[in-house]
């Protein structure tokens, strides 16, 4: 018989209700199974360099869970996760909100394929993964202008992450950006960029992140999108990173 590990949650469940929400056991059991498997599959397929259990919990799930300060997420309306990874923000949102309509995109099949194992096992629905670069998916008009919410937390450029995201918002719609608390110059370089994809900045709201005595500030940056984005973008792979709106 395997030894049970008993974890440290309290931290965690204050943490999300910082955020304004109030987990349940089950929610609280699948963040745990999703630790597991990521940690297991972490063994033979790179999901990410980050595995001890306190650092999963502040720098992934609480990090992922911060879009809850906006209050936002509502009964029906449709997320994507764009450059999703192992998961990040887009698996812990669909725990905490049961209610969103969530797609996952990646570019590297062997993290899709632990995403749907994640999805199967976690007993999730209204939920998907798919191996899409976010260049192609943009202009495929089942995924074009047709979410409220973008999340992402890759590490790109804002200006370059902004062409790859913005075209799947509704008009009206969000693309909420994870980003360091001191990106005030990205923010400031990235202004030609969103008046090229009919965006601006609408909100950008500041959160500490903390688990035991570990913290770290965030930022998160909110835009909205004004008018339906011209069909030109996103570009053909690699053309935003190496070219960005300026």
């Not at 394929?113 to 199967?120: D, H, K, Q």
Request: glycine fraction near 6%; include cysteine.
């Amino acid at each position: 018989m395997s030894e049970r590990i008993e974890y440290c949650l309290e931290p965690f469940v204050e943490a999300l209700k910082s955020f304004g929400m109030n987990p349940n056991r089950a929610q609280i059991r699948m963040f745990i199974q999703y630790y597991e498997m990521l940690i297991k599959w972490n063994q033979s397929v790179n999901l990410t360099a980050i595995t001890e259990f306190d650092e999963v919990m502040l720098k992934h799930f609480i990090d992922s869970a911060s879009f809850g300060v906006l209050k936002e997420p509502t009964a029906g309306k449709k997320l994507i996760d764009v450059g999703t990874g192992a998961g990040f923000p887009g698996i812990p949102l669909k725990i905490l909100f049961p209610e969103l309509d969530v797609t996952l995109i990646d570019s590297l099949q062997k993290r899709i394929t632990f995403l749907n194992a994640v999805i199967e096992q976690l007993g999730l629905n209204e939920i998907r993964a798919l191996h899409l670069r976010a260049e192609e998916a943009g202009h495929q008009p089942e995924y074009r202008e047709s979410f409220d919410y973008c999340v992402s937390r890759a590490v790109a450029n804002l200006a370059v992450l902004s062409e790859y995201c913005i075209p799947f918002v509704k008009v009206g719609g969000l693309f909420v950006s994870y980003k360091a608390a001191d990106c005030s110059k990205e923010l400031d370089e990235a202004g030609t960029a969103l008046s090229h994809l009919s965006a601006e900045i609408s909100n950008t709201k500041d959160v500490l992140l903390q688990f035991k005595a570990e913290q770290i500030k965030r930022r998160l940056v909110v835009i909205r999108k004004t008018a339906p984005t011209q069909e030109k973008y996103p570009r053909k792979a690699g053309i935003p990173a190496k070219r960005p709106l300026r």
